[in-house]
């Protein structure tokens, strides 16, 4: 059972125009919510994060939004650049066993059309 | 500058073959994980260790192996136990503490069978 989704593959935006993507969580225990962003053959890169206390986080061009009650958080990417393209990760953290661990969830590939 | 090193980048494992994955980290981080991820899926953890000479089973731990006899280092063997081992495999660290701390990955590992 999948416990962070991620329910589109796959997106595709214009250059300058925002970018929305979605992930929604099954366990309202996670403490933490991060995206990473990943480039083919690289590792994920940390972009943002939120905690579950908060509902909207920002950093330059992202900003992160939390629905705790609807168990939903989505990433928005303003203006979106071709650089942006990549795919995009969103991970839920949760305390068990004595330590933090992390889900995530299956990515969403975002192209943004110059 | 500091980061994670994965190697090999490519790596084949002859039936009955045990491999070993390494895993370096400079960033002087307490935690390190080993992930999978196969096409479709999000990345599940394997094992996790949050300090030296002690670690812990993930999810999917069966087949697998790790030793944490350095604080730089968490090679992952990938034993003939796994029958299915051809996947991407990542490493991460971070620091220990709450789950909104950032885990650093390296660029990966694939591994096929031959």
């Known amino acids: 059972d999948q416990q962070v989704k991620q329910n589109s593959p796959s997106l595709s935006v214009q250059e300058g125009r925002i970018s929305i993507l979605n992930c929604d969580y099954t366990?309202?225990?996670?403490?933490?919510f991060l995206w990473y962003k990943k480039y083919p053959a690289e590792g994920p890169t940390f972009l943002i994060s939120?905690?579950?206390?908060?509902d909207k986080n920002e950093d330059g061009r992202f900003t992160v939004f939390l629905n705790k009650s609807a168990k939903h958080l989505s990433l928005h990417i303003v203006p979106s650049q071709p650089g942006d393209s990549a795919v995009y990760f969103c991970?839920?953290?949760?305390?068990?066993?004595?330590?933090?661990?992390?889900?995530f969830g299956t990515g969403t590939r975002l192209k943004v059309l110059a | 500058d500091g980061g994670i090193t994965q190697s090999p980048k490519y790596l084949f494992r002859k039936e009955g073959q045990n491999v070993t994955l390494s895993c370096e980290q400079n960033l002087n981080h307490d935690a390190m994980y080993w992930y999978r991820q196969d096409p479709g899926q999000g990345l599940r953890l394997i094992y996790y260790s949050q300090i030296v000479n002690d670690f812990q089973k993930g999810d999917i731990a069966e087949g697998y192996s790790v030793s944490r006899e350095k604080k730089e280092s968490f090679p992952l063997t990938v034993t003939s136990a796994q029958k299915n081992p051809t996947a991407f495999y990542l490493c991460a660290s971070s620091n220990k503490g709450r789950g909104n701390q950032p885990q650093h990955f390296g660029d990966g590992t694939r591994l096929s069978i031959l």
């Open positions: 991970a839920a953290s949760g305390f068990t066993s004595g330590t933090y661990k992390y889900i």
């Open positions: 366990n309202s225990m996670f403490d933490y």
């Open positions: 939120i905690s579950s206390i908060k």
